[in-house]
């Protein structure tokens, strides 16, 4: 978290530094780095509204720099401009075939915008053709298993996901959550301990052990969840404990 923090301040100066050279600078800027730079840094803050327009000025000045297809994906499908966004992946594709980005990109459009899972696991699976234990498609294609009730088919390609990324908290939190419904606890509860001990802050990961204690029925446990969820200002804090209310007579 810290190391996040310091990041965070780290682009914030720089897209200060770029802005403040724009209104000293005495001419047109028509570096297309300059412009994607900064479309790059705004992306990273999270400004995506913001990040667009520099990306196409970028593009006005170099229309085959992959990178700002790929950065102007991220900021549409941030945006909910879906089918922008998927124009500017098969862009950067038509660019580099070999590249995943693209196919990944793609592939979070359909799977967290368009609620699409089938049609997103056609596109990380073009990745995984490409790198079979590429970190991004493993947890996306598990993701989208677990979505369509695919349990124990999500484990492996969780699994690998994690092997490729120690601290992938999402990737621990999604594989505690396959093994829950899978009806494995024991394999659950060690995978969403980890993810807290990961990201303290990380509501899913609570909730779903919440569930675990509620069918092991560890009322005492399971309140200890929702006391943890409302501490850090969860919205499955009421959804919890309307379930453990409904324990009675449990300890």
């Known amino acids: 978290i810290a190391q996040n923090k310091i990041d965070l301040v780290s682009k914030e100066e720089a897209l200060k530094n770029y802005m403040l050279y724009e209104e000293r600078v005495k001419v047109p800027i028509t570096d297309y780095l300059h412009w994607y730079r900064k479309g790059f840094l705004k992306n990273a803050l999270k400004d995506y509204a913001s990040a667009k327009p520099s990306l196409l000025k970028s593009l006005e000045f170099k229309t085959d720099y992959i990178n700002t297809y790929l950065e102007l994906g991220f900021s549409c499908a941030r945006l909910k401009e879906d089918e922008q966004a998927i124009g500017y992946y098969k862009k950067a594709i038509e660019m580099d075939p070999k590249s995943h980005i693209g196919y990944n990109g793609i592939g979070e459009v359909y799977r967290d915008n368009k609620k699409d899972r ?22 996306g294609m598990g993701y989208c298993l677990n979505s369509e009730g695919k349990y124990s088919e999500a484990i492996p390609y969780l699994k ?43 509501e899913n990961s609570r909730y779903y052990m919440g569930l675990i204690y509620i069918n092991q029925k560890d009322k005492t ?22 379930k453990v209310n409904k324990m009675q007579g449990q300890q």
């Open 118 to 139: 089938v049609t997103a696991m056609e596109w990380y699976k073009k990745t995984l053709g490409i790198n079979p234990r590429e970190r991004k498609a493993n947890f």
């Open 221 to 242: 446990n399971a309140q200890r969840m929702v006391d943890e969820l409302k501490l850090i200002g969860s919205k499955n804090t009421a959804s919890l404990q309307e």
């Open 160 to 202: 690998v996901a994690i092997e490729m990324e120690k601290t992938y908290t999402a990737a621990y939190v999604e594989l505690g959550y396959s093994y829950y419904r899978a009806g494995s606890n024991t394999e659950a509860m060690s995978y969403l301990k980890e993810a807290v001990k990961l990201n303290p802050q990380n």
